[in-house]
Nanobody, 122 residues
């Protein structure tokens, strides 16, 4: 059983930056594909980015060139560096872990954190 705890959210002005972290415990972190998802009020949860152990990454089109996903397997921590933030990035951001491989579908991820709120003001 993997426990995931996100942190680093907050209120930022458009054009600003935030770095989210996701601390994992209770499992072999390096063995999991990790992902970030987000859910805005009144909208469905959507995929943001994923990283396989190592360096393979994949992003949804709306964040390409602005967000960077990374992981430190020695610290059991996942990161999401968010730059050039826009009001439409406002959402509750979740990290998730998959034992079943890389996917943009949340149904493939087995473990989820409770989320950290990101609010971008215009």
């Amino acid at each position: 059983q993997v426990q995931l705890v996100e942190s680093g959210g907050g209120l930022v002005q458009a054009g600003g930056s935030l770095r989210l972290s996701c601390a994992a415990s209770g499992g072999t972190f390096s063995a999991y594909v990790m992902g970030w998802f987000r859910q805005a009020p009144g909208k469905e949860r959507e995929f943001v980015a994923t990283i396989v152990s190592g360096s393979y990454t994949y992003y949804t089109d709306s964040v390409k060139g602005r967000f960077i996903i990374s992981r430190d397997n020695t610290k059991n921590t996942l990161y999401l560096q968010m730059n050039s933030l826009k009001p439409e990035d406002t959402a509750l951001y979740y990290c998730a872990a998959s034992q079943r491989g890389y996917s943009v579908s949340g149904s493939v991820y087995d473990y989820w954190g409770r989320g950290t709120q990101v609010t971008v003001s215009s």
